[in-house]
């Protein structure tokens, strides 16, 4: 049997099989007959994703949007499980299934749901990839790779769960964190287009403070997409900001334009914005021990939010990936219940503490079944996050030339 973790995000596919991680863009397109093929850098079978899946040719991921005619993303949950779960599931699933690999090895993964979706779309999962599959790469030189799948279960998790669990457990799935297994803890996952909220108190989930907003990145990136458009007549697609919104600075038919103030001042106002929701859910869970700030948009707002926040922060660690931390989850809660670790009784706990039974993480994780189906709260409307005077400031900002590269 192999096991793998899956993350299907609005703005990156993570996966991992507990020695390497894969994350691309979740971009999909046609796939273009290429006339001519050239390139310097050094490629695997995970650079290059020309697949075909039911009959269809994609490309997938950064091949899309380099080279497709027509790209494929979403903001939408609806369209990302009917649309993009499949194709992006399959591909990467096939990129771990080694060559070698007995034909319909079972293949068990552990995927995740943004809270406000879980429940009502858990199941999907299942009927849209358990069973057999096949998977054509083609590569460059023209030579194609066929994998047959064979997807054995799928096992849904909410996502900001992951980031719990990859704290919690080690790589073989064993809670080592028993200090975290006995608090209660707030995850904040700020993703592309989501910003989870869950608590865990003792391994058990609380549905009441737990909730999804569409507050992620890309709402900060609508703003300055906007704005770009508006002075420079130029639609600047959300997913082809990412490397801009880092740099602050965009290149656009020859000019540099500098928008790292009116990018400082909408993530600021992002932040203000995800504090007041942690305040305002989180009113009553003022004896919350430890709150974990994830996802990759935590990595972008956690200078302005880790000081709003009132309350015990794990510290960002800034060598480590926060896009991947709820896939690293994922993969651990699947060796814990299908890997070696399985089987293995729980120590018994030392007498004068209260023991943490191991069950308790599989009963907590089977509650985590939000009552309220498919709700997303909105926030204000983009341009309201930016106040007017920032708004003129920005303009003239925009006109400002970088120096030459
Ligand atoms: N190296 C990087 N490249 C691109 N984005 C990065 C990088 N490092 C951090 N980020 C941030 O990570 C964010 C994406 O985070 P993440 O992958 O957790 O979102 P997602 O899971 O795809 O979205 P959602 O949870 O809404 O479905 C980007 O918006 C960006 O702000
Ligand atoms: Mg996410």
Same mark, same amino acid.
């Given at each position: 049997?192999?096991?793998?973790?899956?993350?299907?995000?609005?703005?990156?596919?993570?996966?991992?099989?507990?020695?390497?991680?894969?994350?691309?863009?979740?971009?999909?397109?046609?796939?273009?007959?290429?006339?001519?093929?050239?390139?310097?850098?050094?490629?695997?079978?995970?650079?290059?994703?020309?697949?075909?899946?039911?009959?269809?040719?994609?490309?997938?991921?950064?091949?899309?949007?380099?080279?497709?005619?027509?790209?494929?993303?979403?903001?939408?949950?609806?369209?990302?499980?009917?649309? &993009?779960?499949? @194709? +992006?599931?399959?591909?990467?699933?096939? !990129?771990?299934? /080694?060559? *070698?690999?007995?034909?319909? #090895?079972?293949?068990?993964?552990?995927?995740?749901?943004?809270?406000?979706?879980?429940?009502?779309?858990?199941?999907? &999962?299942?009927? @849209? +990839?358990?069973?057999?599959?096949?998977? !054509?790469?083609? /590569?460059? *030189?023209?030579?194609?790779? #066929?994998?047959?799948?064979?997807?054995?279960?799928?096992?849904?998790?909410?996502?900001?769960?992951?980031?719990?669990?990859?704290?919690?457990?080690?790589?073989?799935?064993?809670?080592?964190?028993?200090?975290?297994?006995?608090?209660?803890?707030? #995850?904040?996952?700020?993703?592309?287009?989501?910003?989870?909220?869950?608590?865990?108190?003792?391994?058990?989930?609380?549905?009441?403070?737990?909730?999804?907003?569409?507050?992620?990145?890309?709402?900060?990136?609508?703003?300055?997409?906007?704005?770009?458009?508006?002075?420079?007549?130029?639609?600047?697609?959300?997913?082809?900001?990412?490397?801009?919104?880092?740099?602050?600075?965009?290149?656009?038919?020859?000019?540099?334009?500098?928008?790292?103030?009116?990018?400082?001042?909408?993530?600021?106002?992002?932040?203000?914005?995800?504090?007041?929701?942690?305040?305002?859910?989180?009113?009553?869970?003022?004896?919350?021990?430890?709150?974990?700030?994830?996802?990759?948009?935590?990595?972008?707002?956690?200078?302005?939010?880790?000081?709003?926040?009132?309350?015990?922060?794990?510290?960002?660690?800034?060598?480590?990936?926060?896009?991947?931390?709820?896939?690293?989850?994922?993969?651990?809660?699947?060796?814990?219940?299908?890997?070696?670790?399985?089987?293995?009784?729980?120590?018994?706990?030392?007498?004068?503490?209260?023991?943490?039974?191991?069950?308790?993480?599989?009963?907590?994780?089977?509650?985590?079944?939000?009552?309220?189906?498919?709700?997303?709260?909105?926030?204000?409307?983009?341009?309201?996050?930016?106040?007017?005077?920032?708004?003129?400031?920005?303009?003239?900002?925009?006109?400002?030339?970088?120096?030459?590269?």
């Amino acid at each position: 049997m192999e096991i793998l973790g899956i993350d299907i995000g609005f703005g990156f596919t993570k996966a991992t099989n507990g020695k390497e991680t894969l994350i691309f863009k979740s971009l999909f397109g046609d796939a273009t007959d290429l006339q001519f093929w050239m390139d310097f850098g050094e490629h695997s079978l995970k650079d290059f994703f020309h697949v075909t899946i039911d009959g269809k040719s994609y490309f997938i991921g950064d091949l899309a949007e380099q080279q497709s005619t027509v790209l494929n993303f979403t903001l939408d949950q609806e369209k990302l499980i009917s649309e &993009f779960v499949k @194709i +992006l599931e399959l591909t990467v699933t096939g !990129t771990f299934l /080694k060559k *070698d690999a007995p034909i319909n #090895v079972p293949i068990n993964i552990v995927s995740g749901l943004p809270i406000g979706y879980f429940k009502q779309n858990h199941q999907r &999962f299942n009927e @849209i +990839l358990t069973g057999h599959h096949k998977v !054509t790469y083609h /590569k460059h *030189d023209g030579s194609q790779l #066929v994998k047959e799948i064979y997807i054995n279960k799928i096992r849904m998790l909410p996502q900001p769960i992951g980031s719990i669990l990859n704290i919690l457990m080690d790589d073989n799935g064993k809670i080592i964190n028993t200090d975290l297994a006995k608090q209660k803890v707030g #995850v904040v996952d700020i993703g592309f287009r989501t910003t989870d909220f869950t608590i865990m108190d003792r391994l058990r989930y609380i549905d009441r403070s737990s909730r999804t907003m569409d507050t992620g990145i890309s709402k900060a990136f609508s703003v300055i997409s906007n704005k770009l458009r508006e002075k420079c007549g130029v639609n600047v697609e959300l997913y082809r900001l990412y490397r801009a919104a880092e740099a602050g600075a965009i290149k656009m038919k020859g000019h540099g334009l500098n928008f790292s103030k009116i990018r400082d001042q909408v993530y600021a106002q992002l932040a203000g914005t995800i504090a007041n929701d942690i305040d305002r859910l989180w009113a009553e869970d003022w004896d919350i021990d430890t709150i974990i700030l994830t996802g990759g948009g935590c990595m972008d707002l956690a200078q302005y939010l880790q000081p709003l926040i009132a309350g015990n922060v794990r510290p960002i660690m800034n060598d480590v990936d926060a896009r991947l931390n709820n896939v690293q989850g994922y993969i651990k809660y699947a060796k814990y219940i299908w890997g070696e670790s399985a089987p293995e009784p729980p120590a018994p706990p030392p007498p004068e503490l209260e023991p943490i039974e191991e069950e308790a993480v599989e009963d907590a994780l089977i509650e985590a079944q939000p009552a309220e189906d498919g709700l997303v709260e909105k926030q204000p409307l983009d341009d309201a996050l930016v106040d007017n005077d920032t708004l003129e400031e920005i303009e003239e900002l925009v006109e400002e030339k970088l120096p030459d590269e």
